[in-house]
């Protein structure tokens, strides 16, 4: 059974960098792309990015370039999501998914990481 | 960027049939997926390419893609049904994936 098992809740000062994990297991790691998604308060889901932990090339939306940089490990099977110079309006839950690599859906979700930024 | 749109509420009588659609150029060249998230869990997909229902969604589950609306339909809705559903593609021009804004569905 395939589980994701993000980190725990986080609360930063703005300008300050963030460093949340979503470790993997019920298949093998490297055959499938991990994302994050951001859904801020009350608000809808958005696409952060993704990381392919075969070779680790990534792909980040404009929103985020600059700012985010995600990771895998494959001696852990944990993938990473780093956010720099943090805003108030990071303030989100992220969530890790896997895409399955046949139907392109996130078929998998971790349970979702509360990152708030406050001073 | 390609751009997604849905109603931001739908509300229906159980029993009765909820339609929510995505709007997007083109949508009917891609592949659709549409995902529910009830509130404080994360989303699960219930209908990816388009129509096809993955393990354990129920049959009143279904969604059809043409031209530019996609739509997912819940037949005999339940109270259960109630949460927020989202639609989302592959953009292949720039590889980046995208997510409708969602719509509340109100089990009245």
């Known amino acids: 059974e395939v589980h994701l098992v993000q980190s725990g809740a986080e609360v930063k000062k703005p300008g300050t960098t963030v460093k949340i994990s979503c470790r993997v297991s019920?298949?093998?790691?490297?055959?499938?792309?991990v994302h994050w998604v951001q859904q801020a308060p009350g608000k809808g889901l958005e696409w952060v990015g993704l990381?392919?932990?075969?070779?680790?090339?990534?792909i980040y939306t404009e929103k985020f370039q600059g700012r985010v940089t995600i990771t895998a490990d494959t001696s852990t099977d944990t993938a990473y999501m780093e956010l720099s110079n943090l805003r108030s309006e990071d303030t989100a839950v992220y969530f890790c998914?896997?895409?399955?690599?046949?139907?392109?859906?996130?078929?998998?979700w971790g349970q979702g990481t509360l990152i708030t930024v406050s001073s | 960027s390609y751009v997604l749109t849905q109603p931001p509420s739908v509300s229906v009588a159980p029993g009765k049939t909820a339609r929510i659609t995505c709007g997007g150029n083109?949508?009917?060249?891609?592949?659709v997926h549409w995902y529910q998230q009830k509130p404080g869990q994360a989303p699960v997909v219930v209908i990816n390419?388009?129509?096809n229902r993955p393990s354990g969604i129920p049959e009143r589950f279904s969604g059809s893609n043409s031209g530019n609306t996609a739509t997912l339909t819940i037949s005999r809705v339940e109270a259960g049904d109630e949460a927020d559903y989202y639609c989302?593609?592959?953009?292949?021009?720039?590889?980046?994936?995208?997510f409708g804004g969602g719509t509340k569905v109100t089990v009245l």
């Open positions: 989302q593609v592959w953009d292949s021009t720039s590889d980046h994936r995208v």
């Open positions: 998914a896997t895409e399955d690599s046949d139907k392109n859906d996130f078929d998998y």
């Open positions: 083109n949508i009917g060249r891609l592949g």
């Open positions: 390419h388009d129509n």
């Open positions: 990381v392919d932990p075969a070779d680790g090339e990534t």
């Open positions: 019920g298949y093998t790691f490297t055959d499938n792309d």
